[in-house]
């Protein structure tokens, strides 16, 4: 990400220098993949809020058009003493719980205690460090209004589990900085395999309060950036997903993203497998940024032009059975923290066995910020 405080996986955070009464703009650094929240405030010593809410129109071709609350999520931190931390987020999806739409639930929430830099033990809900765009997934964050299909089918972000384990960052030179993050969690559940012996990952997130099984899932992530503006990532999610803890389900994934004056381009694939389905899920995206007119009409504001091809294979046993989308955008940010967002997205669909599908267009315009 080209703001703030580049680098994918700032990796250690400490909120409170010497804190005065009065209420003053924090933006922590959140280890282990959870990158920083802006315009967090004091609320008193040792606590601090945020968040960010995003609004988008959107325009379905042959099917209508609707305007969208999608997403009021707030951030509470707080510093318990100088090496442990607790951090959360919570999301109120589609106007929260009213009938028949949104959702309440926690996005995340960790209790972080800090050994050194490079080692430190976090557990709670967890945000699984599964590719790269799951740990950056926030509206403000991104260019476009959707997410990449990868990203919402084979990792299901937001992809949030129940789980502890261990994280840190180190430095091999002077330039290049490591992260990793290892923890194991509850995993999937048995409906990543729907009635008709199908797989289909994002229906079968496991429960934070409850494992199917026995079997720990294992998620891990290793990151490293050579130098500033260049970042690479292998990730992997494996575990027991059916009740009686004898299938496996293994999610592989890869993440890039390079940053060079006013050009970024950014990638993810990743693949799954799963015992008692012949054919395996892949899927990628590649994306690249254009940034303009910096500081043009405003101090600090910039215009972005954004085009991503999205692919997916449903089911590579099969010919056909995939969707690859493409999508153009143009948005403008008064302020690195919020943007204003113009989309193009056209989906062509192959069914399995079948011809390739007219492309279904959609249209949004959206607002996102953080507070």
């Known amino acids: 990400m080209s703001y703030p405080r580049l680098i994918f996986y700032t990796l250690f955070f400490s909120l409170c220098a010497v804190l005065s009464g009065e209420t003053q703009d924090k933006r922590p650094e959140l280890p282990g993949g959870q990158y920083d929240k802006p315009y967090i405030r004091n609320m008193g010593k ?3 809020v945020g968040g960010y809410i995003d609004m988008e129109f959107k325009w379905t071709e042959g099917v209508g058009n609707t305007f969208d609350q999608h997403r009021f999520i707030p951030f509470i931190y707080a510093e318990v003493t100088d090496r442990l931390h607790v951090s ?10 009213v009938p028949g739409d949104g959702e309440i639930k926690l996005e995340y929430a960790t209790v972080d205690f800090s050994f050194t830099q490079a080692f430190n033990f976090r557990a ?7 590719g790269s765009f799951n740990l ?11 997410r990449p299909t990868v990203s919402r089918q084979i990792i299901p972000s937001t992809l949030s589990e129940s789980g502890m384990g261990i994280f840190g960052t180190f430095y091999p030179s002077n330039k290049a900085v490591a992260s990793y993050e290892l923890y194991l969690v509850n995993g999937f559940n048995a409906n990543v395999i729907n009635s008709a012996g199908q797989l289909r990952i994002r229906s079968g997130r496991g429960s934070q309060k409850q494992d199917n099984n026995n079997d720990k899932a294992l ?5 490293f950036s050579p130098r500033l503006g260049m970042n690479l990532g292998v990730s992997f999610h494996t575990g027991k997903f059916d009740v009686a803890g004898k299938k496996r389900l293994t999610i592989l994934a890869i993440d890039t993203k390079l940053s060079r004056s006013i050009f970024e381009f950014q990638g993810e694939y990743a ?3 799963a015992d008692g389905i012949v054919g395996k899920q892949q899927g990628a995206y590649a994306q690249t940024n254009i940034h303009f007119l910096h500081d043009h009409f405003l101090p600090g504001s910039v215009f972005t032009g954004i085009a991503r091809w999205n692919w997916i294979d449903y089911d590579t046993s099969v010919t056909g059975s995939s969707e690859r989308d493409f999508n153009i955008g143009l948005n403008f940010r008064p302020v690195e923290d919020a943007a204003f967002k113009l989309d193009y997205a056209t989906t062509y ?5 079948g011809s390739r599908s007219a492309g279904i267009g959609r249209v949004f315009f959206s607002v996102a910020t953080y507070f």
Do not use: M, Q, W, Y
């Not at 959360?88 to 719980?97: A, D």
């Not at 998620?219 to 990151?223: A, K, T």
């Not at 669909?349 to 066995?353: D, R, V, Y």
């Open 46 to 48: 040792h606590v601090a």
């Open 349 to 353: 669909n192959t069914p399995a066995n």
């Open 124 to 130: 709670g809900v967890i945000l699984s460090p599964l």
């Open 271 to 273: 693949k799954t497998s």
């Open 88 to 97: 959360s987020e919570i999301e109120f999806e589609h106007g929260g719980k």
């Open 136 to 146: 950056l997934h926030d509206s403000p964050l991104n260019d476009l209004t959707e």
């Open 219 to 223: 998620v891990g992530r290793l990151g």
